[in-house]
């Protein structure tokens, strides 16, 4: 099939050797490419190990629309047994490594085993050399960035992870070009446990396209028609932190650990303060709408801002000023943390402080408290010790009632979204296929438009399209949302870019299945690699179903247990899954899961 | 009086993030609004319940009219 490179890299960490092996086209035709290549790799070759140990193995996995000329195809999944949620775990990041695996020969790369001292892989084209890491080990990915760059050169993809990977905080990630981030489920964990400091990538290749004429020609027209929508320049200035606004107008910003939907100070933290302050824009390659927003600190360094690592590191923990909220997001990228997992570990600490079950005294927008915690979470030293497996972690060890405002599910924190008053949101990140996640059904937006409190069926529907679209055709064909979400842009395009690249005619039907296919695998991996796992597992935090919020225009307002238990119910019968959530042996064997079908039920 | 409320780029389309309006009858939100707003992906409010561009808008209404976002 032509838009694949066709190979699969793999290094063995522990013996030095690597190979390349051809990816089968029954493969490429049932999974895609990006998640829908992790999740099949994972279930195929990663079963009841422990995710820092050797055994485990990380995927860096690109789709056949994977750094070709149409928009904002500079993305690539990493994927993982998780060390945070123990389960199935992924997340996009928009690198030029993506952009230069593709060029070197390779789809996919797998690392497994584990090196000995401390390591960086170098990748040109069909070269692979595992390199001293030594001199890399301990820098943080800013300084470890500009190291690599000096010795490699600029034009290298470059993947790494910093201080608090090497240490496998177990929501730590995977870092690329000083602000970028991917695999929140502690992906840099993954990567720390192996001793592998980074990836360097260098591919001066091409990779044949069925139609590349057609290819340029239709991709040039979706730049244009990007360009043209009438939301563009505002998004240009902005990007997604328009969402801070928004959200606090609809009273579902996360406020105070989720406490509330509304932040009294949301304004000295939103898109018009971003505009005002901002020095610099930069993101993903082959983007035209590029989202990174840079600010100068409150010490003048300059941090990549969004509305995910604001919205948490802001009114989540409290913090009014955006230069200081840009502070603590720096730091966190150069600790190479999560900041989504961050923001919710801080809040939880706070919390905890106010409500006097820890000793220390930690106030909500504890400026100087905050950066103390982030060193201490990225060191696993103090305080930080009881939140750096995450905050599921840290509320059984805490006790006292705490798991009932510990904001995860499966184990994963939960976005930047209050759902207090959004049950349809509320189900997408209990049905989230890494835990509480928003990338994967942002449901929201359409929840507000319609019916808001409403516990509907076609609520639910809506819920699975979007997980369709979303976490199945766009984390496999491996491009970004954005385009389509922020700025509706055509999803017709889609079928017409994989015909030029791939020479084959697929429609959205076809792209509904292989999402069905990669989110049943991957629910079965789950199932697989956590016997106890089911139904329980699909609930937010019992904040939302027994705290309503106090403030705002939604006061008063809480999730209702029983109608949401109604909505899973239908969540399940719409994807065919027993009611303990468990894909049945038809479900499976339809979507010719007959591997997975056989070792689940026999 | 009507308050109105635009929110991302609908507020660069009228010019305004908040614009009061006095009414001397119900008048559809259409009406109110520029000729060349943008009809799609928009969602409206009006005293927290959604509402179209037919809705009949009168003095003491509250709207607030927005983008679909994604949220990153």
Not at chain 1, 50 to 68: A, C, R, V, W, Y
Request: charged share 25%.
């Amino acid at each position: 099939m032509k838009g694949y490179a066709g190979k699969i890299l793999r290094v063995d960490l522990s013996n030095g050797r690597s190979s390349a092996e051809e990816i089968p086209d029954g493969m490429k035709r049932d999974f895609l490419g990006g998640r829908g290549f992790a999740a099949k790799l994972l279930w195929d070759e990663v079963k009841h190990v422990d995710p820092l140990s050797e055994k485990n193995k990380i995927i860096f996995s690109t789709g056949p629309l994977t750094g070709q000329s149409l928009p904002s195809s500079g993305k690539m999944v990493i994927a993982s047994k998780s060390p945070l949620t123990g389960g199935y775990g992924d997340g996009n990041i928009g690198t030029m490594a993506a952009v230069y695996l593709r060029k070197a020969g390779y789809d996919v790369m797998v690392a497994e085993g584990k090196s000995e001292k401390p390591c960086y892989l170098l990748i040109e084209d069909e070269k692979v050399k595992i390199m001293d890491g030594s001199e890399l080990w301990g820098k943080n990915t800013f300084e470890a960035q500009d190291l690599l760059e000096r010795k490699h050169g600029r034009n290298s993809g470059i993947l790494l992870i910093g201080p608090a990977g090497e240490n496998q905080i177990r929501f730590s990630v995977v870092m690329s070009q000083k602000g970028r981030a991917g695999g929140r489920p502690g992906l840099g964990a993954v990567m720390g446990s192996k001793n592998l400091k980074a990836l360097v990538i260098k591919g001066t290749g091409s990779i044949p396209n069925f139609d590349d004429e057609k290819l340029k020609e239709i991709g040039k027209k979706g730049y244009e028609e990007i360009k043209g929508k009438e939301s563009y320049d505002f998004w240009v200035r902005q990007g997604t932190m328009q969402v801070l606004d928004w959200c606090n107008e609809n009273t579902c910003l996360p406020a105070l650990n989720f406490r509330e939907g509304i932040f009294e100070y949301s304004k000295q933290l939103d898109g018009y303060v971003l505009e005002k302050t901002k020095i610099d824009r930069k993101g993903c390659p082959l983007c035209n709408m590029q989202c990174g927003n840079i600010v100068n600190d409150s010490s003048n360094r300059p941090s990549e801002l969004d509305y995910e690592n604001v919205g948490m590191l802001g009114p989540n923990i409290g913090m009014r000023s955006l230069p200081e909220v840009a502070l603590l997001n720096r730091m966190a990228d150069e600790w190479g943390l999560d900041t989504i997992s961050l923001g919710s570990t801080i809040g939880f600490l706070m919390e905890a402080s106010e409500k006097k079950l820890i000793p220390e005294k930690i106030g909500w927008g504890d400026f100087e408290r905050a950066q103390k915690l982030i060193i201490d979470i990225g060191k696993d030293e103090g305080l930080g010790k009881l939140v750096s497996r995450g905050v599921r972690t840290a509320s059984e060890t805490l006790g006292k009632g705490s798991h009932r405002w510990a904001m995860h599910v499966k184990g994963l924190e939960i976005s930047a979204y209050n759902c207090h008053a959004c049950p349809g949101m509320a189900l997408s990140f209990g049905t989230s296929p890494i835990g509480g996640s928003h990338k994967d059904a942002w449901v929201i937006s359409w929840e507000i438009s319609t019916d808001r409190l409403s516990y509907s069926k076609e609520k639910v529907e809506k819920l699975i399209e979007f997980q369709r679209i979303r976490g199945g055709f766009f984390e496999c064909a491996t491009v970004c949302r954005l385009p389509w979400v922020e700025v509706s842009f055509g999803l017709h395009w889609y079928p017409e870019y994989l015909e030029a690249v791939t020479g084959s005619r697929m429609n959205w039907e076809d792209f509904y299945k292989i999402g069905d296919r990669v989110y049943n695998l991957i629910r079965a991996y789950w199932k697989r690699e956590i016997p106890q796992f089911g139904r329980g597992w699909d609930y937010p935090p019992d904040r939302w179903f027994e705290e309503p919020l106090s403030q705002g225009k939604m006061e008063g307002v809480k999730l209702d247990r029983q109608r949401f238990d109604q909505m899973l119910s239908w969540y399940y019968e719409l994807r065919g899954w027993d009611q303990n959530g468990i894909p049945t042996k038809a479900t499976l064997d339809h979507l010719g899961l007959r591997e997975a079908s056989k070792e689940m039920i026999g | 009086m009507a308050e109105l409320k635009f929110l991302g780029y609908l507020a660069e389309v009228v010019g305004a993030r908040t614009k009061n309006v006095v009414l001397d009858k119900p008048t559809s939100l259409r009406k109110i609004l520029p000729a060349s707003f943008p009809e799609e992906n928009v969602i409206i409010l009006i005293d927290k319940k959604v509402g179209s561009f037919d809705s009949l808008i009168e003095n003491g209404n509250s709207i607030i009219i927005m983008p679909v976002l994604s949220g990153g």
